[in-house]
T-cell receptor
Framework: DGGITQSPKYLFRKEGQNVTLSCEQN?????MYWYRQDPGQGLRLIYY???????QKGDIAEGYSVSREKKESFPLTVTSAQKNPTAFYLC????????????FGPGTRLLVL | EDQVTQSPEALRLQEGESSSLNCSYT??????LFWYRQDPGKGPEFLFT???AGEEKEKERLKATLTKKESFLHITAPKPEDSATYLC????????????FGAGTQVVVTP
């Protein structure tokens, strides 16, 4: 089955700790995206990558970092600099073309202890 | 300034009671408008993409339409399983891959 997997489903962060969220896709998509979802707000773009070894900041990149060493994988690190990390994090992928559709993973809920 | 506004924020329907959701947008040029369905605690599920004014797409009890300033998602004779949050997103002509999302409309269909 082709799709996008995210792990873990729930993640707890302690004060001052960096945590990494995993995102893997087997759809052979070139582009991958990370969004943050807060109650009552639309999804906001954190980072995106159009191709391996390249990525760009989205609208709310501060306090986050990413890497894209493999086509299938796009991990997101929430650093200690992100002061309000509690949110639902969604990874998406797409063909990387104009007018493309993005397909989403199941999400990771990050909570602060 | 919000580029994508969805209304109403919440909608409660009786089973079989048809209704419409609205997504209004303000962008300089539209490359595409997307509708997603999201169940609680899950990732959004793709429904439709609309590219130009006048375009319509249908899937089961859902029909999406597009004008130059807004899109409607019509739910015909809804069933309880249509209960979800419906998200609208737009892609501008000068923003590769970037989607601007509305806050969503939460739909509850009661038997």
């Amino acid at each position: 089955d082709g799709g996008i997997t995210q792990s873990p489903k729930y993640l707890f962060r302690k004060e001052g700790q960096n945590v990494t969220l995993s995102c893997e896709q087997n759809l052979n998509h070139d582009a991958m995206y990370w969004y943050r979802q807060d109650p009552g707000q639309g999804l906001r773009l954190i980072y995106y990558s159009q191709i391996v070894n390249d990525f760009q900041k989205g609208d709310i990149a501060e306090g986050y970092s990413v890497s894209r060493e493999k086509k299938e994988s796009f991990p997101l690190t929430v650093t200690s600099a992100q002061k309000n990390p509690t949110a639902f994090y969604l990874c998406a992928s797409g063909l990387g073309q104009y007018q493309e559709t993005q397909y989403f993973g199941p999400g990771t809920r990050l909570l602060v202890l | 300034e919000d580029q994508v506004t969805q209304s109403p924020e919440a909608l409660r329907l009786q089973e079989g009671e048809s209704s419409s959701l609205n997504c209004s947008y303000t962008v300089s040029g539209l490359r595409g408008l997307f509708w997603y369905r999201q169940d609680p605690g899950k990732g959004p599920e793709f429904l439709f993409t609309l590219y130009s004014a006048g375009e319509e797409k249908e899937k089961e009890r859902l029909k999406a339409t597009l004008t130059k300033k807004e899109s409607f998602l019509h739910i015909t004779a809804p069933k309880p399983e249509d209960s979800a949050t419906y998200l609208c997103a737009v892609q501008e002509t000068d923003s590769w891959g970037k989607l601007q999302f509305g806050a969503g409309t939460q739909v509850v269909v009661t038997p």
